[in-house]
């Protein structure tokens, strides 16, 4: 939770600010800052990057973010997170990062980022949890406690439906309210009233017609309102559209410094009548607030274990590793056996994204380098196989083939590339790199003995599935994810990872296939709820490997399933629910096996006869237990109502049918081992039975009549690229002369400033951020050095009618 502040003493601090200073107070000090009031002890607080490390950087700060940053603990990216299934190491990792940000006099940590994996090309996929939202916000919850209980702040982000990076600094997303509701808002909302981040960040997007950074109903309504959120919303850097409108829907603090800017239009907002002065002390008592509760990381003279934190790194790490398949059981390996080790990334190891969250690590383990050390340098040979970016040459494939034929095992670490998989950016297609591909089915006469471990942040097409015996997935597992991939493949740690999402057979089989990402302008969500398992699964579409998937060296058996204490029968067993009532569900977890292990049991929810479209189960508690050979476990659940329910629009509520319920105790979505009916009884008229089309969506669900039923209105149009206008990016300004010209001068100038410290995995970021940014950033991003009367006048001549007012543009002063 958050750490407490005396209301008297904000209110007083407040009362004692000049206008000018809270008008100030409203924007960031630079990049990285907020504006401090030495004369009433108000600190000047730094804030920085996570979220699956501290990215504080180093000197002077750049105007992208993206320089030097000092040495830290790089732990494994959210999407091998989620794959833990474990809410204490969650919580551990949190602990570590708030004691790192402690010791940096950083106050608070922007993270953890918990949109929706909606589709699996979405290029920031990596650093966010899962496809579903309640696994997002239990993993989100953990992390803030965890970083909150060292008295560093938490960000919760990107609040919200930023579900890809194409144009999203201007993207309109367009979502029915049931599916914002249950899909895209449930994650923030549990981590929001269970562990009261003190900061949310806003999304760039649109949301509806709306900028997400001055949505009065989401920043207000819904955010403070309903769910009781405490704390302040800070903008993403650079998503602020218009500084009044903002601070009026509820966003207080805008990031990064737009040098005087913010400041004069809330100064003249107040001097019209545009903006009251209460309206702007409720802002400025949030940033009072955050500052106060940032003091102590920020005068604190911590100091960190570094070396203790990048074992808890290799221990989640480990806990992150999927075994996906591994036929005849060929794992673990032996390390008494030879060993052929092949590709790059074997050596060049791909353990983080690219883009605003990359760690600079105080250490780094390399996959080669630490199956040299489990297996004994005599007994490993390697071979590159491929390159990390070129063609595949025969020369490459002989020698592959050369030293894999020779050892008794192969394994061959494969993966996407930083040019692959970034922020900023979305993928094109689900394939690995085609020299990859083209290696693994060179390797055919090895194929018997050959373990293929995967480096990515999110799902691939895996056309190889079928013609080799085991497949590990690592995901982008931190800077000890070298020797945690190897506890794992010798068997000194018995795999444990489940994942959170889904891997599809190919990526057209995603509901949201047809309209991901959208246009510049718009994105369509026409897949309504189906996303993830719960479109797979109801649908009946076969699946590379399920949501909640991941096997064991050892065996574990469910029995007993029990509810509320009930015993099991034909008949359903008869509740009468109430919004205080609860059902308790257990079963007992087994270890059948030889080995110790860990087992990630899942409860799912499916309503039988639903009014109302419905996923044919959804995922409403987890837990993971540890269990010694023979050793039993119970495994226990609290069930509420709101876990039964939907999303009504027309009673604007949660609402629970009286109907049939199919509660699974379940090793993934689809191994369900045990099953329980169960009637509830609630306000609502019992159902009748429903047509099978409200189970099972089909493409015809998806159209756009069908889309338009859902949201209640019809789709609106984008908004047109001509005239241009503030929010124009420098991409479409690019169909004139003129703005090819200045988008080049503003490219010369951006590589300029990052010469010497742009690496290559974020060079293509930094070119596809400047494109898709609006104008009106030219103007905040310099921190007023080109001026709001500049902007304005290059807008008019790039639509060729200077002098006159053009989509909201003023006509510039002569």
């Known amino acids: 939770m958050g750490m407490d502040v005396d209301p008297g003493q904000v209110e007083q601090l407040v009362a004692n600010l000049t206008l000018d200073e809270k008008a100030q107070l409203c924007s960031g000090k630079g990049f990285w800052f907020l504006h401090g009031v030495e004369r009433l002890g108000l600190p000047s607080i730094m804030v920085t990057d996570g979220p699956h490390g501290l990215r504080k950087q180093t000197g002077d700060s750049d105007h992208v973010g993206l320089n030097d940053s000092v040495e830290a603990t790089c732990f494994p990216t959210a999407s091998g997170l989620a794959a833990t299934w474990n809410r204490s190491l969650l919580r551990e990792l949190g602990e570590a990062l708030g004691r790192e940000s402690r010791a940096e006099h950083v106050s608070v940590l922007l993270g953890p980022g918990i949109n929706i994996k909606r589709h699996p090309l979405g290029g920031r996929n990596f650093e966010y949890f899962s496809e579903d939202p309640y696994l997002s916000g239990a993993m989100a919850t953990e992390w803030i406690h965890g970083v909150q209980s060292q008295k560093v702040g938490a960000s919760l982000k990107h609040y919200a439906v930023n579900n890809h990076e194409h144009y999203r600094m201007v993207v309109d997303a367009i979502v029915d309210e049931r599916t914002l509701r249950e899909i895209y808002l449930t994650g923030f909302e549990m981590a929001i009233k269970e562990s009261q981040p003190w900061t949310v960040m ?38 602020n559209n218009n500084r009044v409108d903002g601070l009026k829907a509820g966003q207080a603090l805008e990031m990064p410094s737009s040098g005087a800017i913010g400041k004069q239009f809330i100064l003249k907002a107040i001097r019209e009548g545009d903006l009251t002065l209460e309206q702007l002390d409720r802002s400025v008592a949030k940033v009072v607030k955050l500052i106060l509760q940032g003091q102590d990381a920020h005068t604190n003279q911590d100091t960190v274990d570094l070396g203790a934190h990048h074992r808890l790194a290799r221990d989640i790490a480990a806990e992150s590793c999927v075994l996906l398949q591994n036929e005849g059981n060929i794992l673990p390996l032996s390390t008494q056996q030879s060993i052929a080790v092949l590709g790059a990334l074997a050596v060049h190891t791909r353990y983080q994204g690219a883009g605003s969250s990359q760690i600079t690590p105080h250490q780094l383990e390399t996959p080669l380098e630490e199956l040299q050390r489990a297996f004994g340098e005599d007994k490993v040979v390697y071979s590159e196989g491929y390159s990390r970016q070129g063609a595949l040459t025969q020369a490459q494939i002989d020698d592959a083939l050369k030293v894999a034929e020779a050892a008794d095992n192969v394994v061959l670490v494969v993966g996407l590339t930083p040019d692959f998989e970034s922020e900023g950016f979305d993928r094109h297609h689900m394939d690995l790199p085609s020299q990859q591909l083209q290696l693994i089915d060179a390797l055919a006469p090895v194929h018997h003995k050959l373990v293929v471990v995967l480096q990515n942040g999110a799902p691939v097409a895996l056309p190889f599935k079928e013609k080799v015996p085991a497949i590990l997935e690592a995901y982008l597992g931190g800077q000890a994810g070298a020797s945690a991939l190897v506890q794992v493949l010798t068997g000194e740690v018995n795999p444990s990872g489940k994942l959170a999402e889904t891997f599809p057979l190919q990526q057209t089989d995603v509901a949201s296939d047809a309209w991901f990402p959208g246009t510049t302008r718009q994105t369509q ?19 590379a490997f399920p949501f909640g998937h991941g096997l064991s060296y050892t065996t574990f058996a469910y029995n007993n399933l029990t509810v509320s204490g009930a015993p099991v029968g034909d008949e359903p067993t008869l509740f009468s629910m109430k919004e205080s009532d609860a059902i308790t569900v257990e079963w007992d977890v087994t270890n059948t096996g030889s080995l110790a292990g860990s087992e990630a049991v899942q409860l799912y929810i499916g309503q039988v006869n639903p009014k109302l479209p419905r996923p044919k189960k959804e995922l409403r508690a987890f837990d993971k237990v540890f269990l010694k050979p023979g050793d039993t476990q119970k495994a226990s659940f609290v069930l509420k109502p709101r876990d039964f329910a939907y999303w009504s629009v027309e009673q604007q509520g949660w609402v629970v049918d009286s109907d049939a319920f199919v509660l699974s105790a379940a090793a993934s979505v689809a191994d369900v081992r045990l099953e329980e ?47 241009f206008h503030t929010n124009t990016t420098l991409m479409e300004i690019q169909q004139t002369w003129l703005g090819r010209k200045l988008v080049n001068i503003i490219k010369k100038k951006a590589m300029e400033e990052m010469a010497g410290t742009l690496t290559e995995e974020n060079s293509r970021m930094l070119e596809t951020m400047l494109l898709e940014m609006p104008l009106r950033n030219l103007v905040t991003m310099s921190e007023g050095k080109m001026s709001l009367r500049t902007l304005y006048r290059i807008i008019h001549v790039l639509n060729g009618n200077y002098g006159k007012a053009v989509s909201g543009v003023p006509a510039p002063s002569k």
Not at 223 to 231: D, M, N, P, S
């Open 677 to 723: 009916t169960i009637r509830l009884q609630t306000e609502a008229e019992a159902n009748t039975p429903s047509d099978s089309s409200l189970k099972k969506p089909d493409p015809a669900a998806f159209s756009e009549a069908a889309f338009e039923q859902w949201l209640g209105r019809p789709i609106p149009e984008p908004v047109p690229v001509r005239p």
């Open 202 to 239: 806003c999304a760039y997007n649109k949301l509806n017609g709306t900028y997400l950074a001055e949505h009065h109903r989401l920043l207000t309504s819904i955010l403070e309102e309903e769910w009781g959120f405490q704390g302040l919303v800070v903008t993403d850097w650079g998503a």
């Open 525 to 543: 969500y026409r897949e309504t709820i189906w996303v993830g398992y719960r479109y797979f699964d109801t649908a009946e579409v076969p699946v």
